[in-house]
């Protein structure tokens, strides 16, 4: 027995045959149906009374609001062994997307496994396994001790806040968009939205039809993506021209046409012309953006300078009255139960293909990706990537550090298909979904072509 | 495992699942529920050959429910009473096997999947895509690089078909080619005349070679002794494939869930059901 077997005065329960899986959201469930497959014994852990992490808008970290709806279509964004309902439409809603989540549980029989309402509070490495604190429904602290750690805690709900000369005596409300549920609170007022990503343009839309007078702050110019193209869902569309293969200057010059071709050009519509390359920056699925600032019902403002007073002044040094300034500026990647260093490489954490943890062979991360399209079928594969690394370490521990230490060498490899993407916090864990995915089938042939070697 | 092997991962890109993902149609599935189910046990899902329906298990179902398995079939697009996609000539096993997946995501648990003939290749590849499920039959499942095998046992034993369907023309097999000698020669017939045409590119993507499948789940192979559309070796294959061995059942054809004979080869798959298939246990 490794360390002590007692913590705060209390016995620790030897779970060491178990891996705990932390959050029971879209990555957690997919983890732990994942792992179960191939014969793991699992525990999942999740704060919330119920599953779907980010997609259930009751829970506390949920940041949907309710207009909230897919930005990929079903083919990219679907569980590729659980694929949704044809009864649904291309995009879903959030409230579609949590019974999705809640079908796929029931299905995989993942209900019965997660322990709702817990928290973890504390993770205490050990030299194999950690020491986890966990407060149940009860409200009572207790310890176990686990073989292995999978992290699955979510990264779009720790609000990102920016900060302004003069934010702090402004007299108008300030909030994050963490804080948006409805259109509601933006009824008959003076609104100001920072920032363009998708969620800010979601919220600028919506206050194009709820408030008196809508502006929309972003610091550059971005390119808007339409969510249909031809007929089809855009992505559907977009991917042909990836499938092509061709250099990256190509593919995202044909980007460029066929946005020139469907939306037409931004400047028409009083839009800053974008300073980078299709693909450089997040894409931004919306098409109701334009055609409410071609309507004057959102006016296009460059970033915020400072504020003073109600005004809010921008860097061109025009200024406006406003009763809310809406932060949609992100989120940040937290970890607040893990000690610090435990995952190497700080704000941008160093994984092999943002999972496995290039020493550890007990600690992996799943679901900590901002693809350019959907989430859930790239965090499946993850977590088949995780699940087949796992048996690999357990028929031979060797075998398993090796894999590692050749995995390393490709550590700044990370998935990007050469696009020289915009610095910023928001491309941190950035990844291009074709060559994400390509990576992954790469490293899973390589994978098992070392457990076939080692059960030979 | 089987001999030489090649090693291979998971199929992670499906490009043209991705760009033209098959149109969503209204399916037909059959149900047929024990009276007394047994806790943990898995549903299990049949899905049916070429040219023909969920009708094809039309005497499995209560027998699989009579022994207190939850029995479902489903209607791949275009046959038995499931919508036919817009444009059939476009179908091809990609489509089936979306049907399946779609149905099995309507199911409360990873299902048992059984396929016969052109099923059991849709079956073949989902058990590549969906690894849940907790065993696989096949039933006169071809084997993946037997295509010519099956070109040449229907020109020995039903050129007719053959002509017919190589230029084109709607087509269905004689009944002497489809069940073994045990089933009288009108009920045969019947059968023959319910059978509707396959869509060419399925039925041809059927007998063209396909990658050999990498599967884990534990598979069970069986053959119709008399089998004129699929022969025995070709099953055979399959199953050596699969690194396990064929069951044969003399006497019998090609249609081996609805020909005389078909409660032998049930009980057989029910057996090795009990025995492979462990009552869902909490890990």
Same mark, same amino acid.
Request: charged fraction near 20%; proline fraction near 7%.
């Given at each position: ?71 990929? /279509? ?15 439409? @291309? ?17 995989? #029989? ?71 549920? /409805?259109? @509601? ?13 998708? $969620? #800010? ?36 569309? /977009? ?11 190509? $593919? ?15 400047? %028409? ?18 098409? +109701? ?31 406006? +009255? ?14 607040? &139960? ?9 704000? %941008? ?10 020493? %550890? ?11 350019? /399209? ?8 993850? !977590? ?20 590692? =230490? ?7 490899? =990370? ?42 | ?11 992670? +890109? ?22 007394? *189910? ?18 094809? &298990? ?23 009473? !499931? ?52 065993? #696989? ?7 993946? @690089? ?9 020109? =020995? ?60 789940? *534990? ?20 199953? =050596? ?25 049930? @009980? ?16």
């Amino acid at each position: 027995m490794t360390g002590t077997t007692m913590r705060d005065g209390m016995r620790v329960e030897d779970r060491r045959g178990r891996i705990l899986v932390l959050g029971a959201g879209s990555s957690g469930l997919t983890a732990a149906k994942n792992l179960r497959e191939r014969g793991f014994a699992v525990d999942v852990v999740e704060r919330e009374p119920h599953l779907g992490g980010n997609w259930n808008i009751e829970g506390s970290a949920s940041r949907v609001y309710e207009s909230t709806r897919m930005i990929s /279509s079903k083919p990219f964004t679907q569980y590729p062994d659980f694929p949704m309902p044809d009864a649904a439409p @291309d995009y879903l809603h959030h409230t579609h997307v949590l019974a999705y989540l809640e079908r796929y549980a029931a299905h995989f #029989g993942l209900d019965r496994v997660v322990e709702r309402s817990t928290t973890v509070e504390e993770v205490v490495p050990l030299p194999r396994g950690f020491d986890v604190a966990l407060t149940g429904p009860d409200g009572t602290r207790r310890w176990r001790r686990y073989g292995r750690l999978v992290i699955a805690n979510g990264h779009n709900w720790s609000p990102k806040w920016p900060t302004y000369p003069g934010q702090d005596t402004f007299t108008g409300e300030l909030l994050h968009s963490a804080g948006y549920r /409805s259109g @509601d609170q933006l009824a008959g007022r003076r609104v100001v939205v920072v920032g363009a990503g998708n $969620t #800010g343009c979601d919220i600028a839309v919506e206050a194009a039809q709820r408030a008196a007078v809508t502006y929309h702050s972003t610091r550059r110019a971005y390119w808007y993506a339409p969510k249909y193209a031809f007929g089809k869902p855009a992505d559907q569309v /977009s991917d042909l021209i990836f499938a092509l293969r061709l250099p990256m200057r190509v $593919t995202q010059a044909l980007f460029q046409a066929t946005a020139r071709l469907v939306v037409g050009r931004y400047e %028409r519509y009083g839009l800053p012309t974008p300073d980078h390359r299709f693909l450089e920056t997040h894409p931004i699925v919306n098409q +109701q953006l334009l055609y409410h600032v071609g309507h004057g019902a959102i006016t296009p403002k460059p970033d915020v300078d400072h504020f003073a007073g109600d005004e809010v002044v921008f860097t061109d040094g025009s200024r406006v +009255q406003a009763d809310l300034v809406l932060f949609a500026t992100g989120y940040l990647i937290r970890f607040p &139960f893990l000690p610090e260093g435990l995952l190497p490489g700080g704000a %941008r954490p160093q994984l092999l293909r943002n999972v496995l943890h290039p020493e %550890r062979t007990d600690l992996a991360v799943i679901g900590l990706i901002q693809p350019d /399209s959907g989430q859930f079928a790239l965090v499946h594969w993850q !977590s088949v990537l995780l699940a087949t690394f796992l048996e690999l370490d357990a028929r031979d521990p060797a075998a398993a550090q090796r894999y590692l =230490r050749d995995a390393a060498r490709h550590l700044e490899d =990370r998935s990007q298909a050469g696009i020289a993407l915009v610095d910023s916090t928001r491309h941190l864990i950035e990844v291009e979904h074709a060559a994400y995915a390509r990576d992954l089938e790469r490293d899973l042939a390589e994978l098992a072509r070392r457990l076939a070697a080692v059960a030979a | 495992m089987s001999r030489g092997a090649r090693v291979r991962g998971e199929k992670v +890109q499906r490009r043209l699942d991705w760009t033209f993902p098959p149109a969503p149609i209204e399916r037909e599935v059959v149900h047929a529920r024990p009276e007394a *189910p047994v806790p943990g046990r898995p549903p299990v899902l049949c899905v049916h050959g070429a040219g023909m329906g969920a009708w094809a &298990f039309e005497r499995w179902l209560p027998a699989l429910a009579a022994a207190g398995w939850h029995g479902v079939a489903v209607s791949l697009r275009g046959h038995g009473g !499931s919508q036919a996609p817009a444009r059939p000539a476009t179908t091809t096993l990609r489509h089936y096997e979306h049907d399946v997946l779609q149905t099995i995501t309507e199911l409360p648990a990873p299902p048992v999947l059984v396929g016969h003939s052109l099923g059991a290749v849709v079956v073949q590849r989902l058990l590549e895509r969906y690894r849940s499920a907790p065993a #696989g039959v096949l039933l006169s499942a071809p084997g993946p @690089d037997h295509g010519l095998a099956l070109l040449g046992a229907l020109a =020995r034993h039903d050129p007719v078909t053959l002509a017919r369907g190589a230029v084109g023309l709607r087509t269905r097999p004689r009944a002497a080619a489809l069940v073994g000698p045990a089933t009288p020669r009108e009920e045969a017939q019947r059968l023959v005349e319910r059978l509707q045409a396959e869509p060419a590119l399925a039925a041809l993507q059927v007998t063209l070679p396909r990658r050999r499948p990498v599967v884990r789940t *534990p598979v069970l192979v069986v053959s119709g002794g008399e089998d004129r559309i699929v022969p025995p070796a070709s099953v055979a294959r399959t199953a =050596r494939l699969l690194g396990t061995r064929a069951h044969l059942f003399r006497g019998l054809g090609h249609a081996l869930p609805l020909e005389r004979g078909w409660e032998d080869v049930l @009980d057989l798959v029910l057996a090795w059901l009990h025995r492979t298939v462990a009552v869902t246990q909490e890990t």
